[in-house]
Every structure is written in C-alpha cells, then in structure tokens.
C-alpha cells in the first residue's frame, strides 16, 4: 500500500518518527479494542488519527451521563445510544482512512473466537476480570500482542504482553480485584489511554521499546511515575506451557 498526497500530507508531523514504511504498517495494522470508557474510546481516537488501518470496537453498554466527566469523544446527544456505534461515527469522522467495525457484545468464551480472529493486536481496557482473562488466555493461545491497561481514582498501570516473551496478565495479576463502581479522574485516563495508544502504534512500526515485563505504574496525587518490574510465572496456568526459548 503506497501513501495517497492526502495521507502524507496528513501524517506530516509524524513521519517524520515513524517513516513511510511506519507509516505503512499502521494503515495494514488491524486492531481489537476491547471496552469503549475512560481508555478504550481514548485510545481508539488517538489509533484512528495516527492512521490504523482497521479498528475492531467492542463494548456492550449505552452511554450515560456519567461517562461525560472522562468519555471525550462521546456528545451528550450520545446519551442512551450504544457505546460502539456512536464511538464507530465520531472515528470515522476522525480519520475517513480508518476503517472501524463496531460490535455490540459481551466478551465471553463464544464470542471471543470471532472478535479476535484477524487482528494483529488486542487492546485490554475491561474492567470485568472474568471478561479479561478470557481475553488473556485468547492472546496466549493465538500468540497475540495484548496491550493492557487500568485505572482507578488517580492512578493507573499498563503494561504490554509478548506472549512467550514476556509476563501475561495471569503471571502479574492472578487475584481478583475489588469489584463496583469506582471513583475516576478523566485526566488519569488520559495518561494511562495514552501510553496504551503509543504502545499499539510502537509495536505496529516496530519503533520504541515496549513495556515488557515492565509495568507502568502512574500516581496521579504525587504526579509520579514509576517502571515496576514483573517476570514471567513458569507455572502459570495461562502461559507456563510456552517454553522461553520459543519467543
Ligand atoms: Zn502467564
């Protein structure tokens, strides 16, 4: 695929990082966000405009109010529609290079299997563990990068999966965390939305180091951030069977 005039002139400000050749690989990248809040309709924005070529959006709710404080690309007018319809419109509105296929679902043992399938990468932003270890064990068995992220109040963790080469979900967080609704500042989305979004577009161009076995961890009260090394759990029960040497 050759780049349009259109579409160098575009991506002027970045080509400058990425090359033609970067530039390339993300309009040929396919991408799975799954979860349409604080992080996944962030992301989703920031892939759009830096010109992924295909977006898979998942989520299984409407918006509210709520969502407003945080939610950026979603309108008040968006109230009560589903989240992955009005995201899919105001990406296209984005970037008309992007192509986005909008899912209403819940992701469970089923659907799991036709929402990953064809992607190159997968964008963990849920906040159900069941749903995100469903993901995990998706991305270990299809040898997929999955790119994960947290928040809560002000702080926020992400951290990438290589399955094989680096630490999955399981080996890091084998518990379940505290359930509810949880207090949320849209800035700390932001920055935790961000370092996800230039994760995907590193991993895709193949610039930049990732955080493998690396996790970020953000505290937004003392505007702190810190790296906190994770290894790999041999005998995790998602990944241990895949031998080190392999990756
Ligand atoms: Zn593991």
């Not at 950026?72 to 990406?91: M, Q, V, W």
């Not at 970020?216 to 990944?239: Q, Y």
Request: proline share 5%; charged share 25%; with cysteine.
């Amino acid at each position: 695929m050759t780049l349009t005039h259109e579409q160098r002139h575009r991506y002027t400000r970045q080509l400058e990082i990425i090359g033609e050749e970067g530039q390339r690989r993300l309009g040929e990248a396919r991408v799975l966000i799954t979860g349409l809040g604080g992080l996944g309709s962030i992301i989703a924005g920031y892939l759009a405009v830096s010109g992924i070529g295909y977006l898979r959006i998942v989520d299984v709710e409407q918006v509210e109010a709520t969502d407003l404080n945080r939610q950026i690309f979603y309108l008040s007018d968006d109230i009560g529609r589903d989240k992955p319809e009005s995201l899919a419109k105001r990406l296209v509105g984005l970037n008309p290079f992007c192509r986005v296929d909008a899912h209403m679902e819940r992701i469970d043992e089923k659907t799991i299997h036709h929402l990953v399938n064809d992607v190159h990468i997968i964008v963990d932003t849920l906040d159900n563990f069941t749903s995100r270890h469903v993901l995990n064990r998706a991305a270990v068995t299809r040898r997929l990068p999955l790119v994960h992220g947290a928040v809560r109040g002000l702080y926020g963790h992400a951290l990438t999966v290589i399955p094989g080469r680096s630490a999955c979900l399981k080996c890091i967080f084998p518990e379940r965390p505290p359930h509810g609704t949880f207090p949320i500042l849209g800035p700390t989305c932001g920055v935790i939305a961000s370092v996800q979004a230039s994760e995907v577009i590193k991993y895709a161009t193949g610039i930049g180091a990732l955080l493998l076995d690396r996790l970020f961890a953000w505290n937004g009260r003392l505007s702190d951030a810190e790296i906190i090394d994770v290894e790999r759990n041999p005998e995790c029960s998602v990944c241990g069977y895949i031998p080190p040497e392999v990756a």
